[in-house]
Structure formats: C-alpha cells, structure tokens
C-alpha cells in the first residue's frame, strides 16, 4: 500500500553541489510528475512524464533534468544546486489519459540549499 | 493557459462553524476542478473532484463543491468543521481530454486553514 514513494525526505546541500531526489510508484500509473512547493506559491509544476520513455518541461524546468527510469520510477537532478531552489519537492503520478489528471502524490522532499 | 486564484491566504473559523473556501479559475473550456488538502509535513490528498455532470459534488470528510460556470468558480464548503480539518487547502486546474495540458494541474496558492476550538 505504498503508493508514491520519495527520497530523500530531507536534504541540505551548499550551492554547486549536485543531487537526485529518486521517485516510484507502485499504482502502475502511465503519467509522473514532478513539483515544487513553494509559500504563498501553491505547487508549480517542474517536468513531467506523459508515459514511459517520454519527458516534457513544466512551468518552471531551468537547473533541473529528469530521468523517467522506467514505468515505475521518475528522479529529477540539480546539476549545481543554487539557494533559489530551497523548496519542497513533491513527485505524483496519475494514471494518464482518461483520468482527467488526478494525482497522487508523495510525501515530499524538503531540500535546502545553503 | 489555464490559472486559479485562491483569493484568502488564511482563514480562521471555530470548531463547528460552516466554512467556505473560495476558488476561481481561468481556463477556455469545460475545465476539471480538483480540492486537496495538505496537513503539515504531509503530501496532498485529494477531497474531491468535479469533471462533468451533477455541479455540486461531494468529497471525503463531509466537503462539498459547487461548480459555477458562470462565475467561474469552485468553491469548498463544509457545514460544521471540526479541529482536525487545520490544515492547507489548494484548488487544481486540469485541462479535459484533447487539449494540450492534459494531465497536468495548475494549483493555486492555497489557503491555510486555523480552527479555534
């Protein structure tokens, strides 16, 4: 009954250093996402990934890359992480189309960068 | 593009008192309209959704929304809300099948939720 698993759940990194926040799903969900959280902000969205072996840019892509793995797991990597990206990320996956894009996310992974 | 606006940052009600959450939202067709709720240190969960059909829908944990096409609104309710109902609340934007940002959500800001008892 896992559902959307994230790791690391916290992380602190100084600037220029590099790291991957890994996701899977165990729901067998065809679409996975990746967000960011951020106060008086809402969620925006980073990357996503419409089906396996495909990746597109969200709302806001800069200093990041995703990698969809397989069905089940989609990271997302900070090449040199910089302090603007001190955020709460949270991955989701969604059984794709046909669903009208419910989400399921995970627990998040507090990030920040020092 | 799709947006929406959550026009209250916070909201403070007391325990058993009706609540109302406000949501507008901009989008060109018949959008799908989502509540969900965050408690601290946790991921969303989803209240309920609205896609077609019956415009006052009904969620978990005695929420309700009424979809208004006319006013392009989508506000959450419940009658009597209670102390473990504290949490954040973010209304969601999905575009209908064929259009170009289908399965993705757009949130808004969301509005915090404080119970007094």
């Known amino acids: 009954n896992a559902g959307v698993t994230q790791t690391p759940k916290f992380q602190v990194l100084k600037t220029g250093q590099s790291m991957t926040l890994q996701c899977a799903q165990d729901m067998n969900h065809n679409s996975m996402y990746w967000y960011r959280q951020d106060p008086g902000m809402g969620l925006r969205l980073i990357y996503y990934?419409?089906?396996?072996?495909?990746?597109d840019k969200g709302e806001v892509p800069n200093g990041y890359n995703v990698s969809r793995l397989n069905k089940r797991e989609f990271s997302l990597r900070l090449e040199s992480a910089a302090p603007s990206q001190t955020s709460v990320y949270f991955c989701?996956?969604?059984?794709?189309?046909?669903?009208?894009?419910?989400?399921?996310f995970g627990e998040g992974s507090r990030l920040t960068v020092l | 593009a799709q947006s929406v606006t959550q026009p209250d940052i916070h909201i403070t009600v007391s325990e058993g008192a009706s609540l109302e959450l406000r949501c507008n939202y901009s989008y060109g067709a018949t959008p799908y309209l989502f509540w969900y709720v965050q408690s601290p240190g946790q991921g969303l969960q989803l209240l309920l959704k609205?896609?077609?059909?019956?415009?006052l829908v009904q969620g978990i944990k005695g929420f309700e929304a009424e979809f208004k096409r006319s006013q392009s609104s989508f506000n959450l309710r419940k009658p009597s809300v209670h102390w473990s109902d504290a949490a954040e609340y973010f209304c969601a934007v999905g575009a209908g099948a064929g259009g170009t940002s289908y399965g993705k959500l757009t949130f808004g800001q969301g509005t915090i939720l404080t119970v007094h008892p």
């Open positions: 989701a996956s969604s059984e794709g189309r046909g669903w009208g894009g419910e989400l399921f």
């Open positions: 609205y896609f077609s059909g019956d415009t």
């Open positions: 990934s419409a089906s396996e072996g495909t990746t």
